[in-house]
């Protein structure tokens, strides 16, 4: 048994020796196949380290909302054809979320806290330093109640000066240092639209996938943002987050219900808002990136099928080259499984330092990624054994053809060949 092994291991070295004496010896058609591979397997490896991390960061971002946290929107997410008639886009029609039904939702027993939520877009400015274009939320004073801010300083602001429209906001940190720099930024101002705006606290936002990464970012009063900055409020959505001994299904009905009836739709007529739950959020992201990484993977298979055709030209001039040495070996002995077996090993040790090379600079460019940009792309281990795999796989089923030829090869027209 133990000689059987010591064979077969020597075989396998022999063949990734005389392989590795190939590729040196026609370093031009070796580099091309391995280049091949090599492209195939690092964007395998670039987008499994990517989407890896953009999942993670998902899961982050929804853990920090609450896994039972829902929203309330005028419109659904919708990959439906719409031509803006009202037949493919009955949703356009739907009225706005309002405040009015915000505050029937808060008074639910299954409901802990409901929030509003609207998004703009402004120009600030402190003196010389200027952030084009900044995110700002219009919120209500119980958004850390429903998504807890990390503050770094100053504090939240408060009822009274939600009701009152005042003219306070919390910026991140991101936005502090390109307003502030260094300098402090509780109780300065800073000109949003040429508007002024008191900074009352800082908080720390932790960037992800889905927050957009490290931008600039400041959270005010919604009735501020609708006085001051003249937004419009009729795409203002609801977040509404369930009682913790609650089940999250009994929380929607209840908010259904409610809604439906504000809005006086009877049985069988169509909701006029759409509620969004975090798992439906989860589709829509895997619906978008499954369309993304099977493009990707359609890519990395053109790179090993490049690679697979390289293998077999190699292979083939190998096998022209080397008659007379096969001629030798069946007169001596080996069989034609031997041959075989020799020819494939030497095709997977070619397509194997491809995938190793295209592995090393994914593996780079993923911690690149990671330390450079919001997400925490990562190797996982499936990704490299799956880029290995298929280095081998494409290795055997190119390599197969001069492989078989080889070994057909006939002994006595072989040592006669020049």
């Not at 739907?94 to 915000?102: A, H, K, Y």
């Not at 040495?325 to 069989?335: N, Q, S």
């Not at 001069?402 to 006669?416: T, Y």
Request: aromatic share 8%.
């Amino acid at each position: 048994m133990f000689d059987r092994i010591g064979r077969q291991l020597y075989t396998i070295s022999e063949g990734v020796r005389i392989a590795v004496d190939a590729m040196v010896a026609n370093k031009v058609r070796a580099g091309l196949t391995i280049l091949g591979v090599a492209v195939g397997v690092f964007v395998v490896v670039i987008m499994s380290a990517a989407v890896h991390g953009i999942n993670e960061s998902v899961a982050k971002d929804f853990e920090k909302a609450g896994p039972t946290t829902f929203f309330v929107m005028r419109y659904p997410i919708t990959f439906e054809n719409c031509d803006g008639s009202g037949d493919t886009c009955r949703w356009r029609s739907n009225p706005s979320i309002t405040f009015p039904e915000q505050a029937a939702l808060q008074k639910l027993t299954s409901v802990e806290q409901v929030g509003v939520q609207m998004g703009w877009n402004a120009q600030a400015r402190v003196r010389d330093q200027v952030a084009p274009s900044v995110q700002v939320v219009g919120v209500l004073a119980n958004w850390p109640q429903i998504s807890a801010p990390d503050m770094e300083d100053g504090r939240a602001f408060t009822e009274s000066e939600v009701r009152a429209a005042a003219r306070v906001i919390v910026i991140n940190t991101v936005a502090k240092d390109r307003l502030f720099g260094e300098n402090d930024a509780l109780g300065r101002d800073i000109q949003l639209n040429g508007s002024p705006f008191t900074v009352i606290g800082v908080y720390k936002d932790n960037a992800s996938f889905l927050s957009g990464g490290e931008h600039p970012k400041i959270i005010m009063p919604i009735f501020s943002l609708e006085r001051h900055l003249n937004a419009r409020l009729r795409y203002m959505g609801l977040v509404v987050k369930p009682n913790p001994n609650v089940p999250q299904d009994e929380a929607i009905d209840d908010v259904i219900a409610t809604m439906r009836g504000m809005r006086g739709l009877r049985p069988g007529r169509e909701s006029t808002f759409a509620l969004i739950t975090q798992d439906k959020l989860f589709d829509v992201y895997n619906k978008i990136f499954g369309m993304f990484f099977l493009v990707m993977i359609s890519l990395s298979a053109v790179g090993l099928l490049v690679g697979g055709v390289g293998v077999v030209a190699i292979m083939m001039i190998s096998v022209t080259e080397r008659t007379r040495e096969i001629g030798v070996r069946k007169a001596l002995g080996a069989t034609r499984l031997t041959i075989l077996w020799q020819f494939l090993i030497e095709a997977v040790t070619l397509t194997g330092t491809g995938a190793m090379i295209g592995l090393a600079f994914g593996w780079g460019v993923a911690v690149i990624i990671r330390h450079s940009t919001p997400v925490a792309a990562s190797v996982p281990a499936m990704a490299v054994l799956a880029s290995l795999g298929a280095s081998a796989i494409t290795g055997v089923i190119f390599g197969m053809l001069p492989a078989i030829r080889a070994s057909r090869l006939d002994p006595v027209a072989a040592l006669r060949y020049e």
